[in-house]
Structures are given as C-alpha cells and as structure tokens.
C-alpha cells in the first residue's frame, strides 16, 4: 500500500494522467484486498473512492479497456460493501459496474474477461434478490452463471467452474422455493453434487463439507415439497457428511448451521415416523447448534433455531400426551420474538404468536382449563390481527378455524 502510495505522489495527474489513473486502481485492489475477508467498510469505501478516481482517467473513449477494468474491480468492492452493510442499493451499484465492463469485455474478443464479469454480475443480482420476492433477478443471475460455466469449463478451470456450480445451485435453490419448482430445487441438488466433483474432501476439506451443507438444505427443501421422507434422509445423510469436517471447535458457525439444518430435517422427517427417535434427536441438534449462536453474533439464524427448538418440543409433548415441554416449548418461542418482533419481522411475529397460542391450546387439552383455552384465543387472535396488518391473508381461515374450535371447546366444560 506505501509504494502504490509513495508511486501516486511521484505521478502528476496533469502530466501523466493514466499512470496516475494506474496507481489509483492499484491502490483500490490492495484496499480492496486487506479489506474485503474482515468486511472493513471504511476500507472498502477507500477502495471505492480510489476505484471512482481511476474513472476520471480511464474513461471509455481514452482507454476502454483499462475502464472496463476498473468497473469490473468497482463491482467486487460494491459486492463486498453490499455484504458488510446488507445494502441492496450497493449491490445495484454493483450489477451496473459489471454490465459496464461488459460492453468492452465481449465473449467474442474477451472469453476469460467476459466470464469473469458475467459471473461477478451473477454474484450481485443474486445478492440484490435477497430484498425482493421475485424471480426476474434469480433468472438473470442463472443465466450469468451459465455463461460463465460456458468458459470456466472442468478441464480448463476446474476451481472457477466448482464455485460457479455452487452459486448456481444457490440461485436455483431460492428460484424453487419461490416458484414451488421442484426441477429447479432438482437442479440446485445437481449443481452442488457437481461442485463436490472438484471440491474434494482430501484437496477441500471445508469447501467440500458446504457443498454436503448447501446440498442438505435443498434436499429438505425438497422433501417439503413432494412430501417424499426418502428426500429428508438424503438431507440427513449429507448434513451428517458436512459435519464429519465442520467442527465445532475449528469452525463453529458452520458447525452450529449443520446443526440446525440437520435438527430441521429430522423434525420434518419425524411427522412420517411411528416413533419419536427423529423429534428427540431434532431437539438436541438444536440445543447443540443453540451453544454457538447467539443473538449477538447471528440474531436470524439464533431465532429460528429458537423457534425451531419450539415447535420440535410442542410436537413432542403433543405425540406423548404430555404437558412436560410445554414450558420450555414457549420459552424458545418467546426468545424467537425478541429478535422477530412486530415491527421489524411481523410475519414471523405472527407466526410465532401463533405458535405459543398452540402451546396454551395443548395446555388446555392436557387439562389446564378455561384458563389456558383463554391465552390460547388471545394469542390466536394478535395472530390473525398481524396477519391482516400485513396483508398476508392465506392463513387468516385457519387461524379462524382455530378460533372457533377453542371457543367450542370452551363452551363444553
């Protein structure tokens, strides 16, 4: 950084106006590049700011390739920023950088250049598509994907094509789950199987465990969706896999995601099994994967393991007739919603109050009375309150429906 520094100094702009423009892009890359891994805004705006510099010089009529370039290295900074703020106005920068460099970066005249920036674009509108509902963006993200994997072939560029593989499989994971398209959550399974041809477990140890990981996620995904149990014990299988090399003393985040992940799947298993096996060890996967979240170092990923340890316990007490997990079934949901709150979250507010009103319900059939039957409607009622806040109606009939049932019973003691 102190020679590219030291370089600038000795470059006059209004002498020599593209080397100055060179030392500024030199000075973006290696802010960019001690910045980037510990998500350092203020270095990755520096970089930005020198990136933006180069611009004034580099521009498409003086020097198009060197502009393209340096848009190409903008993007990845806007990408990183995009990262460490959650900011979708970023990675928009982002997409309009990289379609920048690929006016000049052409496949027929730039096959390397223009792979590389077709799957840096896939990178961010795959990322800006975290802030929306839609498809159209995870649509051209797997189109800029697959053109990428048109040049980062195995035999060439088997690292490229190995990560192209994963992040394809990650955009057709979400297109399945937002379209309820099954080929696409088949697909997504295939794109991580392939990603696995490469990232090895001897030569890729961790790379590998994420590929059984991500693999593990669309399988649930899947089982969900063609209520196929034998889709689950895949799932199970390469969560098992992800945790032979994710352990939780060398790599504790993705530990505690495996665990989850697995304790998920086995909870949704466990509804086609006569036995509880499944559910009881949902919830110690759950526990397990609650010694490393917190809500301070993953606040989404805390809560939904909350949440999930919540419904695994209500579930269990509901098959063994018993009131024993009641307590600590609304504890979990209670600790959910101080980070899914009404404001911030109403959808998983409401669900979750809708998931201690089914505690108070159990409560009741197990012989806690009028009372219990009570705090049920109360919560069944915020329940369908938030819901038509919201404007989120499809579940309004049941939570009427569950109404209606409480009160009945009510009315017949």
Do not use: C
């Not at 998500?39 to 393209?68: C, F, H, I, N």
């Not at 053109?147 to 994963?166: E, G, H, I, K």
């Not at 994967?289 to 949440?307: C, Y």
């Amino acid at each position: 950084m102190a020679a590219f520094r030291a370089a600038l100094e000795k470059r006059d702009r209004s002498k020599v106006p593209l080397d100055w423009a060179s030392s500024q892009n030199n000075i973006g890359i290696a802010l960019f590049t001690l910045s980037d891994r510990e998500a350092d805004v203020a270095g990755l705006s520096q970089a930005e700011a020198a990136y933006r510099a180069a611009l004034e010089e580099y521009t498409r009529e003086k020097a198009p390739m060197q502009w393209a370039m340096v848009q190409n290295n903008l993007g990845n900074t806007l990408n990183a920023l995009g990262n460490a703020r959650n900011d979708r106005a970023a990675y928009d920068h982002a997409a309009a950088a990289f379609r920048a460099a690929l006016e000049m970066r052409t496949r027929d005249n730039f096959p390397l250049a223009w792979a590389t920036s077709r799957l840096n674009l896939g990178n961010a509108l795959a990322n800006a598509a975290k802030f929306d509902t839609g498809t159209g963006g995870l649509d051209e993200a797997a189109e800029a994907y697959a053109d990428a994997l048109s040049v980062y072939t195995r035999d060439r560029f088997p690292m490229d094509w190995a990560a192209t593989q994963n992040n394809l499989g990650a955009v057709y994971q979400t297109l399945g789950q937002r379209s309820g398209d099954a080929t696409r959550m088949e697909a997504s399974a295939a794109a991580f199987l392939a990603a696995g041809e490469v990232y090895t477990r001897d030569a890729f140890p961790l790379d590998w465990a994420m590929t059984h990981f991500n693999r593990g996620n669309t399988l649930q995904l899947l089982g969900g969706m063609n209520g196929d149990p034998g889709r689950y014990r895949e799932a199970i299988a390469a969560y098992r896999l992800s945790l032979e090399e994710y352990k939780r003393d060398t790599s504790p985040r993705q530990w505690a995601l495996s665990q989850a992940g697995l304790a998920a799947t086995l909870h949704w298993l466990s509804n086609n099994e006569e036995t509880t096996a499944s559910l009881v060890e949902s919830i110690a996967a759950r526990r397990a994967a609650l010694e490393v979240l917190s809500v301070e170092n993953g606040p989404v990923d805390w809560a939904n393991a909350q949440n999930g340890l919540g419904m695994s316990l209500l579930n269990l007490g509901t098959r063994e007739q018993t009131s024993k997990y009641a307590a600590d079934a609304e504890a979990a949901f209670q600790a959910a919603l101080t980070v899914f709150t009404r404001k911030e979250q109403p959808l998983q507010y409401a669900f979750g109050q809708n998931n201690i009103g089914d505690v108070h319900w159990n409560l009741a059939w197990q012989g806690g009375g009028n009372a219990e039957y009570a705090r049920a409607i109360e919560y069944f009622e915020r329940t369908r309150e938030v819901f038509t806040e919201t404007g989120y109606t499809a579940p309004i009939a049941l939570i009427d429906q569950k109404i209606a049932l409480v009160r009945k019973a009510m009315a017949a003691k």
